[in-house]
């Protein structure tokens, strides 16, 4: 098993421009949630999901958006990137209430 | 809301013990705690679910009040491995989300 995977590890982008960060669990996992980590700010959540065609609004959404067509797959979009997007993003799935959360190694995103 | 924790930061020499804990303003259902090493993704260490239990893992125990809706995580006889960052996640009843603190960055020095 891979576990959840995310694409890219790394990237660059300029301001305005528009990307979809990959995630991807093999484990059947019900919730799937994005975080964004940024020094001091611990790790604070962007969107999460229940299950396909189910997402819903974390702590700070704002400038990102999401999608959850199939189990397997929980893309996260930046519409118009910003240089205060500049962050680690982390995708965690787990099966669901009251089990362990499993996390991607995580997208390190640098928006000039 | 992020639960919070405290200290934020701690250094230890090899052997000593710490604690670390995490408090909400919510109604919980579980508590979450997981090690982040630098430049890496945070580790699952251990889930405590409604109910007020006591869990150990090797050296590493923690507690989850209920009550007060606050939890602890014990190091004892620390290592130099144990060195990272310490996240509380808390989990309120029904299909919601796992929410983190910001984090404790423990030092074990030799």
């Known amino acids: 098993n891979a576990g959840v995977t995310q694409t890219p590890k790394f990237q660059v982008l300029k301001t305005g421009q528009s990307m979809t960060l990959q995630c991807a669990q093999d484990m059947n996992h019900e919730y799937m949630s994005w975080y964004r980590q940024d020094p001091g700010m611990g790790l604070r959540l962007i969107h999460y999901?229940?299950?396909?065609?189910?997402?819903d609004q974390g702590e700070v959404p704002n400038g990102y958006n999401v999608s959850r067509s199939t189990t397997e797959d929980f893309p996260l979009r930046l519409l118009s990137a910003a240089p205060s997007q500049t962050s680690v993003y982390f995708c965690a799935s787990r099966t669901g209430v009251g089990q362990p959360q499993h996390f991607g190694d995580g997208t390190r995103l640098s928006i000039l | 809301q992020q639960p919070v924790q405290s200290p934020q930061a701690v250094i230890l020499r090899e052997g000593e013990d710490a604690v670390i804990n995490c408090s909400s303003s919510?109604?919980?259902?579980?508590v979450h705690w997981y090690r982040q090493k630098h430049g890496e993704a945070p580790v699952f260490l251990m889930i405590l679910l409604k109910g007020g239990e006591q869990k150990g893992h090797d050296k590493i125990s923690a507690s989850f009040n209920e009550k007060k809706q606050q939890s602890s995580l014990y190091l004892t006889a620390s290592q130099l491995s144990y060195s990272g960052t310490y996240f509380c996640?808390?989990?309120?009843?029904?299909?919601?989300?796992?929410?983190f603190g910001k984090g404790t960055r423990l030092s074990v020095i030799a």
């Open positions: 919510k109604a919980l259902y579980s």
């Open positions: 996640g808390t989990e309120a009843p029904g299909n919601t989300p796992l929410v």
């Open positions: 999901s229940v299950g396909a065609g189910i997402t």
